[in-house]
């Protein structure tokens, strides 16, 4: 008998301003609330808020110049890494999505020069290799 790992998930969310998701970072850890919040209306200033069970853990101010990037949070002390890219929100028709993924890291040794494969081969092998895609789509 295999013993399978859930290494990922993808889900398609629809909202106006806010999406919800739930997601549980690594296995057997409890399940988390995800909140996204973006306010795209006023183009002047649009920013992005990331909360997880009610607390914000990520803020992007000016989000007209920062529309793709990354940003490590931590949740239950575990570092995710969290991608977005809302340029198609910002930019693109009323029909577009943007994209989010968290995914669980392992932070490397300061002393020990690991690459990236490194650690994440390391996280795969303690079950810490957690991928959460969202497609979020603006419902006008």
Known sequence: MLNAAFVARREHIYWKKIYTAKAQFCENGPFHDVVIECDTVSLN??????????????QVKRLAWKFRGNQTILVDGLPVEVFWDVHSWLFGSTTSNAVFMFQTCQAPEKSMPWSYSQVFRESQLQGLGFSLILYAWKLE
């Not at 200033?45 to 990520?58: F, G, N, T």
């Open 45 to 58: 200033d649009p920013c992005l808020e990331i909360r997880v069970d009610k607390k914000p853990v990520m």
